[in-house]
Nanobody, 122 residues
Framework: QVQLAESGGGSAQAGGSLRLSCGAS?????MAWVRQVPGKEREGVAA????????YYSDSVQGRFTITRDVAKNTAYLEMTGLKPDDAGLYYC??????????????????WGQGTKVTVSS
């Protein structure tokens, strides 16, 4: 089992930025960020494959969030810019061996972190 640990959550002003980090205990092909916003369905917002040459973003964050990966450190990052109040919620790191590493496959990722909370003030 891959152990995952998120960090970097906190508070930001609307229009501001935050950077989340996810450290994994071992290498894994697909790493992703999934969020739970109060009153809305759970949403896979971003994913990146093992080579870092393919990424996925949900329509709601496209153009505002960027996922990157440091393969040597088994770490994924989510850089969030242009934050909106609707972005507030609990962000989970998820990982697994699924291919392709796209939105349609994220429900099959079997390793999850504990979540890190993001708040956005207006």
């Amino acid at each position: 089992q891959v152990q995952l640990a998120e960090s970097g959550g906190g508070s930001a002003q609307a229009g501001g930025s935050l950077r989340l980090s996810c450290g994994a205990s071992t290498d894994t092909w697909c790493m992703a960020w999934v969020r739970q916003v109060p009153g809305k369905e759970r949403e896979g917002v971003a994913a990146i494959n093992g080579r870092g040459d393919s990424t996925y973003y949900s329509d709601s964050v496209q153009g505002r969030f960027t996922i990157t990966r440091d393969v040597a450190k088994n770490t994924a990052y989510l850089e969030m810019t242009g934050l909106k109040p609707d972005d507030a919620g609990l962000y989970y790191c998820a990982a697994g061996a699924v291919r392709p590493c796209l939105g349609s496959t994220l429900n099959r990722l079997n390793s999850w972190g504990q979540g890190t909370k993001v708040t956005v003030s207006s």
